[in-house]
């Protein structure tokens, strides 16, 4: 049977983490290795070690709001709406936040410096295992066989490495650390503590390294040192005392206090026990899905691999498509797991102090994009994260509405209205971005319930939607419902000022935000129906959701992104013909109003994308690949699949804006799974848009709306074999390419019932 693995004959490059390294994480943490022979550098993360946020230094912080900022906003509004745009442009730079913003930071590396004897190393391999979470390096030196391997647990909270040689007393090294923050540093009974607190905000943390080995280990200021040895075993734990909780965001435990423990269990259970007991949890996720392209593969280290992708050699792309719709999966289970906080930029991994974006939570496409795959992929677990992260945010958001929307909670009043802006970060940053022209993103909110009201489509979780998710949804509803205006001029309800990410001028109703609004709206009337509550609130919404009207076609066929763009004053000037961001497709994907029922939208979005066309950064690649799979187009699709495995993947497969952005990872792999199933339009359609370069193959365990899992198999492009398994029950409509045309079948289903056809 293949395994899923990315795997190399030569060590990566210090100088070169991000196109390297080779990852592995637990959410909570993260630990990238290179492989190094002599000296091995491991960069550590720990996922809520940032800087920023309220402190000592800096009492006043107020969540990145500027106060009193809603009369500015008024202001752009009412010179929009009189045509007056120049004098609403002036007006912008006071529709900004605060620019001391915080950032995601590195914890430290782990340096390993071995004693080898010679350079003389033969067989060398380092590999990540997929199928199990494992990372392994091996290679001879002197005849003796060194082995490194390295795992992150979930259910234990640690990260375990273990180096053994093949003779015994043949292993010998120093462990110290590198690159660490202001604190201590002390070696003491075999432990490795490292302990202090952010420079910037007094964040404290405690990361501790227990070795155990059947050689001696010295503990030696600050390092540890193991000599003759042939093993010994590295856990690794960290903690930081902040807390999801505003307004404080710490906790009054001391981190030390959560890593103990968790390094005493880690020791007590041992290498092989706590390796059982990660195999099962994450093999648990990992293994429900399975996806086959064609019948021959060829396994290559992961640089040829991509080399012969270049190269069209089709048993590599067999194994590269596949492998990099696994290793989004993989991604997405390391780096987002209940109690952690949500996937960043870069998911947990992250080599500086001063990362590009400050690795943050953007929410004008790229935290949405890290969860497209979690439903259709069947990784709904995974998703906890964001939902609690973006419930944190309701109460700092509801300042954000207040300063800049005019939207007040009160006592007497409570949860009136959240909002937030394109950059968060875990200290309730909401506020707008520091500069209009990328900060200023009303809807982004709108369009991140679109990830949390899929829980409910996906899995029928009732208990969920009611306690976890209507409650942040219901307050978003609240803040849109109060937000519109009627625009005399348009003739609707309209968000304004409206700015289209990242491009463009400052308009009126964009289609960004009014079709964002729209889909929210739509999955709050079924969210309120479905729980039966609030018709008061449903009554408003339904009222307004026929006045949003977000779609327009312009004169040159294309689906106007901007609502004013064919009058003659409207501004170019900042318009940009390529632009990476497509966001007036948010309605064909991840919303549903452009669909196939609708063939005049879906041939102007189709239009529209080839007006954009298809260069671009690695995560708009990757939004392209699901845009094209909904307009069913299967060899469009795969122009962009194959566009961003050539032109933006580094050679450890990790997606490239550049510089590294872990979204097209996660992008392309939900667009691959949107390729061989979708259930948007209320029909459940296999392979809907299957390229002819894949003749055959097969999947397991991919996930429709309605609680459906299914297997298919396919041959020359006609389905041959489903299963499929209801995890609810109830109607549903199958739709696929058989042999002699497309074929539908209607299903009565039995909730656990598994139903079987071949073909
Ligand atoms: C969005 C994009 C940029 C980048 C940043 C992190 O704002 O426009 O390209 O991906 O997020």
Known sequence: MRTDRIYFDKPGDFGLWEQTCLPIGNGYMGASMFGGIRTERVVLNEKTFWAGGPCEARPDYYGGNHRDRFKYVRQVQ????????????????????????????????????????????????????????LYTCEFTCSGVKHTREAFASYPARVIAFRFTASEKGALSFTLS??????????????TLVCSGAAEDNGLRFDARFRVYSDGEVISQDDRLRVCNASEAVVYFCAATDYDMKYPKYRTDTDPACVTTPLLHTAERLGWDALYDEHYNDYSALFGRVTLKINDEEKELPADKLLEAYRDGDRAAMNRLETLYFSYGRYLLISSSRTGSLPANLQGVWNESNTPPWCCDYHINVNLQMNYWGAYNTNLAETVPPLTDFLNSLREPGRVTAKEYYGIESTPENPENGWTAHTQCSPFGWTAPGWEFYWGWSTAAVAWLMQNLWEHYEFTGNRDYLR????????????????????????????????????????????????????????????????????????????ELLPML?????????????????????????????????????????PGKQINHSHPELMNAAIATMNDRGDESTGWARAYKINLWARTGDGDRTYKLLRGLLESCTFQNLWDFHPPFQIDGNFGASAGIAEMLIQSHEEVIKLLPALPSEWHSGSFTGLCARG?????????????????????????????????????????????????????
Not at 509 to 515: A, I, L, W
């Open 78 to 133: 009412e010179y929009l709406a009189a045509g007056e745009n120049k004098k609403a442009e002036e007006l912008l730079p006071m529709l900004t936040g605060d620019g001391d913003f915080g950032t995601y930071l590195l914890l430290c590396d782990m340096v390993l410096d071995f004693d080898l004897p010679d350079d003389n190393v033969s067989g060398y391999r380092r590999c990540l295992d997929l199928q199990n979470s």
């Open 467 to 542: 306690d976890s998710i209507y409650p942040i949804m219901r307050e978003s509803v609240k803040f849109y419902v109060q937000w519109l205006i009627y625009d005399k001029k348009q003739d609707r309800m309209v968000s304004s000022p409206t700015y289209s990410p990242e491009h463009g001028p400052a308009t009126v109703g964009n289609t960004y935000e009014q079709s964002l609004i729209e889909q929210l709206f739509i999955d709050f009337l079924k969210a309120s129906a479905e729980l039966n509550t609030d018709p008061e609130l449903a009554g408003k919404v339904r």
């Open 707 to 759: 609680g459906y899992v299914i297997d298919a198999s396919w041959n020359n492009g006609a389905v041959t074999h489903i299963r499929i398994m209801p995890k609810l029950g109830g109607k549903c409509v199958l739709e696929f390419p058989a042999t002699g045309g497309k074929r539908t079948i209607g299903l009565n289903t039995e909730k656990g019932k598994t139903l079987e056809f071949s073909f």
């Open 177 to 190: 650390l590198d690159k660490t923050h202001s604190g201590h540093i002390t070696a003491e009974n075999s």
């Open 549 to 589: 009207k977000p779609y327009h076609i312009g004169k040159n066929g294309l689906l106007k992104e901007w609502y004013e763009e064919d009058e003659p004053d409207f501004d170019r000037s900042k318009v940009q013909k390529n632009h990476r961001h497509i966001s007036h497709l948010m309605g064909l994907f």
